[in-house]
Each structure stands twice: as structure tokens, then as C-alpha cells.
């Protein structure tokens, strides 16, 4: 199957500090996702992103598409120990989707 | 409230005992799919549907089947459950890229 490579796997980080995490495949897709998963819950989604190139922000958060289509980042800005939990992108051809293995944040009061 | 409905959130079962995971959406979506997480792999995709009576598989399909005969629900049932399908799925709706996930089903089949 489709592997999309995320990093880091983990990251561990003061409160206040941006974060920065980003995904990867060898294939193209027409959307990337962002998705937050919290422990005991489904995964919820944070950002789409539906163009190459295209830059979006929700609020602390800001995802970009790449422009090869192969690859998006994620970014959090001032981070906040609700920012604690699993971030997966994920890669859409249209009917199917690929997951990365998830980036585990750990925000150090 | 809007919200995708799985049942049971915890199953132990034996090798071999068909069951049948429940999945029921009330926001009146057409696409929905499942997924199964493991530790290391992510979340990978099981079966998607588009509409009603239309299937289709994912990326792991083996061992499992869907059906779709109403726009709510979306069942996965395992006809012969084996131990290396022991994991967390997932359920999720929506108009466009899955945006809604259920709270999950934790199986162990020993």
C-alpha cells in the first residue's frame, strides 16, 4: 500500500515554542489533511488542503500543500499543553485515503 | 449533535466467531469508510462507500466485509476473525475528505 512518511515521530517542547512537522509520499494527491488524535478519541480534523501551493491557517495552526503535490507540513505556533496529542497528515486520491504513522507532541509546561 | 456512532467500543472474541462492527452516521453523508490503526502504521483504510449499495476496497481489505443499504449506516463485519486483525478501527463520514471519525472499536480476537 501508499506509505506517506511523516516526521518527527515524536517531539517534545516547552510551552510558547512553535512546532513544526511535516509528511511526504513518492506518489501525488489531490488533497492533504491534518488530523489531531486525542488518547481514547477518533481522529479530528484540523486542516484541508485542496491545491498545490495553497497556505491555510485555523487559527495557531498553518498547513501548506506542496507544490510538488508529494509532500505538506503542519505548523503550530505557541504552543499550549491542549496542543498535547497524535498528528496525522494524510494523502487523498479522491476515494481513497493514506495516513502517516503520526508525529507525538509533548508540551512541557 | 452531529456525530458517527460505533458499536462496541471493546470486543474479545475467539478465532474463527463471525461479528459484525456497527457504524451509523447522522449528518445524511454519502461517503463513508473504515480504518483500522495499529502501532507503527498509522491508520490505514479498510473499505470506503460512495452511496448506497456502492462499495468499494481500500488498502487492507483482506478479512473483511461492508455493506451499505442505507445512507446512515455502514457496518464491518469479519466472517472468520483472526488474531492479526486485532486493532483499533475507525468509522468516518463525510461530504468530502473524511472529516468526522467515530470514537473507535478496540478488538481483540485471541
Known amino acids: 500500500g501508499q506509505q506517506l512518511n511523516q516526521s518527527p515521530q515524536s517531539m517534545f517542547i516547552q510551552e510558547g515554542e512553535d512546532v513544526s512537522m511535516n509528511c511526504t509520499s513518492s506518489?501525488?494527491?489531490?488533497?492533504w489533511l491534518w488530523y489531531k488524535q486525542d488518547p481514547g478519541e477518533g481522529p479530528v480534523l484540523l486542516i484541508a488542503?485542496?491545491?498545490?501551493?495553497e497556505l491555510t491557517s485555523n487559527g495557531r495552526l498553518t498547513a501548506q500543500f506542496g507544490i510538488t503535490r508529494k509532500d505538506s507540513f503542519l505548523n503550530i505556533s505557541a504552543s499550549i499543553p491542549s496542543d498535547v496529542g497524535i498528528y496525522f497528515c494524510?494523502?487523498?486520491?479522491?476515494?481513497?485515503?493514506?495516513f502517516g504513522t503520526g508525529t507525538s507532541l509533548t508540551v512541557i509546561p | 449533535e452531529a456525530q458517527v456512532t460505533q458499536n462496541p467500543r471493546y470486543l474479545i472474541t475467539v478465532t474463527g466467531k463471525k461479528l459484525t462492527v456497527t457504524c451509523s452516521q447522522n449528518?445524511?453523508?454519502?461517503?463513508m469508510s473504515w480504518y483500522r490503526q495499529d502501532p507503527g502504521l498509522g491508520l490505514r483504510q479498510i473499505y470506503y462507500?460512495?452511496?448506497?449499495?456502492?462499495?468499494d476496497k481500500g488498502d487492507v481489505p483482506e478479512g473483511y466485509k461492508v455493506s451499505r443499504k442505507e445512507k446512515r449506516n455502514f457496518p464491518l463485519i469479519l466472517e472468520s476473525p483472526s488474531p492479526n486483525q486485532t486493532s483499533l478501527y475507525f468509522c468516518?463520514?463525510?461530504?468530502?475528505?473524511?472529516?468526522?471519525f467515530g470514537q473507535g472499536t478496540r478488538l481483540t480476537v485471541v
Open positions: 468516518a463520514s463525510s461530504f468530502s475528505p473524511s472529516a468526522f
Open positions: 506518489s501525488i494527491f489531490n488533497t
Open positions: 488542503l485542496y491545491k498545490a501551493g
Open positions: 494524510a494523502g487523498s486520491t479522491g476515494n481513497q485515503f493514506y
Open positions: 449528518m445524511n453523508h454519502e461517503y
Open positions: 462507500s460512495m452511496n448506497v449499495e456502492v462499495t
